[in-house]
């Protein structure tokens, strides 16, 4: 059995550990909808899930998986970036999930950019509740997901630590830059 798990898995491992029945959470960035599936199970039929993302094709591909499993009349889904969610959420969050970088199978151009996800991690702080979590999973490499990644990591060093925990996991002996897991807790 493998014990350390990769960056996507324990983004999971926190967000279950964190959110309960009944909360209302954020799939940042919805892609094929496997994060926005985790989400709504673990809110319940009494909680809620907000899903962003700028692409037809996730937003499709995360409502047929949804719709598939029943699980579509506990989420919101929003064509439009995450940098607008305060736009669309007003109401308190327990954890927000973020995968940077692009739609897999997908137009590598169109990706997540360091200026409207950092103002997204910037609304989603300002919204979390007291114990709740933001997990990000920085995927970079190609196209300008290093650029992205290096922006990224200096914003959360500047995040202040007496009202958040912040946390960096990564590999350092696998090739091919492995995703990088951020994770963001509300004191």
Request: glycine fraction near 8%.
């Amino acid at each position: 059995m493998k014990i350390i798990k990769n960056s996507l898995k324990q983004s999971h491992q926190y967000i279950k550990a964190c959110v309960n029945e009944g909360d209302t959470v954020v799939d940042a960035t919805c892609g094929n909808g496997n994060d926005t599936v985790f989400l709504a199970q673990l809110v319940g039929e009494r909680g809620r899930v907000f899903g962003f993302d700028i692409q037809d094709a996730a937003i499709e591909n995360t409502a047929g998986k949804l719709e598939e499993l029943k699980l579509l009349k506990r989420v919101t889904l929003i064509k439009d970036g995450h940098e607008n969610m305060g736009n669309y959420v007003n109401e308190n969050i327990k954890a927000v999930m973020f995968n940077l970088g692009y739609l897999p199978g997908s137009d590598h151009s169109v990706s997540t950019k360091a200026d409207t996800t950092i103002s997204a991690i910037e609304k989603s702080m300002e919204l979390l509740v007291t114990g709740g979590i933001i997990t990000i999973v920085i995927y970079y490499g190609k196209d300008n997901g290093t650029q992205e990644k290096e922006k990224v990591l200096s914003f959360i060093k500047t995040i202040e630590q007496k009202k958040f925990a912040v946390m960096k996991t990564e590999f350092i002996n696998q090739r091919n830059c492995p995703p990088i897991l951020v994770c963001i807790e509300k004191l």
